[in-house]
């Protein structure tokens, strides 16, 4: 039974899907998605500064590694990213990384401290795949280890955290009646060099790219997240367009 259960979750739909709307995705914008994303948001910088000296932590979904740059310099820090680019960058800057696919996490069970998932979760299509994603990260987090969660939300509350959200909600194409599963665009910015004659040209291009996000509904993550029997919840919160959530491994 558990098998069949596992083989359906890697359906070949799913797969493409993700593949398609995803991983391509991150992959053609990773170079600019570098320069844009360099800061660590508030909330993520504050939980990493109240771990203890010489914690183990995983980011799950490391991207360009801004959060392995941690500010709690006792930290071991180490990261993994299904997009190849974005691990060459964190490598580029000497951050102990690997490719590696969140719903197969290559390391042995209860390794580490703490675990992050920033921004991530939402791009898995299905609630069963996100709920093995959580499972997997419960999995090499020790028994009272810490997990921290962070998802966009589907609500908006027009703080001055969500303003930079604003128009790419407004452009986002819905797949769904119940407006969770989105496509959210990304606009490239290209310079490409031109001659003409003996004059040097800047030609600027626009590219725009969507990527899949499933947006939640206030109180859909805890759900998930008691639903994988791994965890109990800790405090949850809403930061820059994002329910974010602090888990503990149950003992």
């Known amino acids: 039974m558990e098998m069949n259960r596992i083989a359906s979750l890697q359906s070949k739909w799913f797969i493409e899907f993700e593949r398609s709307n995803v991983h391509n995705i991150y992959d053609r914008i990773a170079e600019h998605f570098t320069k844009t994303r360099y800061r660590i948001w508030p909330g993520v910088e504050q939980f990493l500064r109240q771990r203890s000296p ?12 801004k959060n392995l740059i941690s500010h709690n310099h006792n930290l071991f820090c180490i990261g993994i990213d299904r997009c190849v680019p974005l691990v060459r960058t964190c490598k580029e800057r000497q951050l102990e990384t690997a490719v590696a696919d969140m719903l197969e996490l290559p390391f042995q069970s209860e390794k580490f401290d703490v675990v992050l998932c920033i921004a991530v979760l939402h791009h898995l299509c299905t609630r069963e795949r996100r709920i093995l994603a959580i499972q997997e990260m419960g999995r090499v987090l020790r028994q009272g280890g810490s997990c921290l969660l962070y998802v966009w939300a589907a609500e908006e509350k027009n703080g001055k955290d969500d303003v930079k959200n604003t128009k790419a909600r407004e452009k986002m194409r819905f797949l769904d009646e119940s407006k969770q599963e989105a496509l959210i665009p990304w606009v490239m910015i290209e310079h490409e060099k031109k001659t003409k004659a003996t004059q040097l040209e800047d030609t600027v291009q626009h590219c725009t790219l969507e990527r899949y996000y499933h947006l939640y509904r206030q109180g859909e993550l805890e759900e998930e997240c008691l ?7 800790q405090h949850s919160y809403y930061e820059q367009s994002n329910w974010c959530v602090v888990l503990n491994k149950k003992k």
Do not use: A
């Open 54 to 65: 010489f914690d183990t932590v995983l980011d799950v979904g490391c991207g360009n590694g």
């Open 227 to 233: 639903q994988s029997n791994c965890f109990h919840i």
